[in-house]
């Protein structure tokens, strides 16, 4: 385990991914994170396209069946590969919403999460270790942040006060192969998690009331 300024090491797996995300994910992970504020679960999951019909709570299994199997797609009792599996659930003003394939990677969802004056962010995680965020207000983004071009010292003082506390808080996990001052890919995932209260573990997440729903 490792830790950050905004994450003890409880909080984080090996390489800085939040541990939370880790144990839903599967063993190679192609998947989105997003989080907004003043926005219900299942409203939430309604603007990123699911049915309000299929919309389901959830309580999440003790294991995943296979690595190939994230949590949620067990929770649905769906196989790996037919369906996106959306989870959701509610930490204090944050609403977050985990895509376990991906499946809405579309800066618009973004800013719909976003619209009647609330702010929302989304990070995204591909298996080719793609990474980026997007951060809107209020229907419109604001920023949108690739790691590949992300340098700190350089990039963080212009960002909005909000989304570089954010940053912030996520630190750096420098590797050996990168110059000095360039971010590691899974600073997009602390970052949004740091955005909205979510330096957590799965224990708990377990703990708050949860949706899923299947997708695409």
């Known amino acids: 385990m490792m830790s950050t300024p905004g994450f003890p090491p409880s909080t984080l797996d090996s390489i800085g991914t939040p541990i939370w995300i880790t144990d839903l994910a599967t063993a190679d992970p192609n998947h989105i994170l997003h989080v907004a504020c003043g926005i219900e679960p299942a409203e939430a999951l309604e603007v990123l396209g699911a049915k309000p019909g299929l919309i389901q709570s959830c309580t999440l299994p003790d294991s995943k069946p296979g690595e190939w199997t994230s949590l949620p797609c067990a929770a649905l009792g769906i196989e790996p590969g037919t369906s996106a599996a959306l989870l959701a659930g509610r930490i204090g003003e944050w609403t977050f919403v985990y ?97 909205a209260g979510l330096a957590l573990t799965l224990d708990d997440i377990r703990r708050v009331p949860l949706l899923v729903v299947p997708l695409g």
């Open 99 to 195: 895509d376990d394939s991906g499946f809405t990677c579309d800066d618009a969802d973004t800013k719909a999460l976003s619209d009647n004056g609330r702010t929302a962010a989304t990070s995204v995680y591909t298996i080719n270790a793609d990474a980026h965020l997007t951060y809107a207000v209020d229907g419109e983004q604001v920023e949108w942040v690739n790691v590949d071009d992300l340098v700190l010292h350089e990039d963080l003082p212009g960002m909005p006060a909000e989304l570089r506390a954010a940053f912030e808080a996520a630190g750096n996990v420098p590797l050996e192969e990168f110059e000095p001052g360039e971010a590691d890919g899974c600073i997009v995932m602390r970052a949004a998690c740091a955005l």
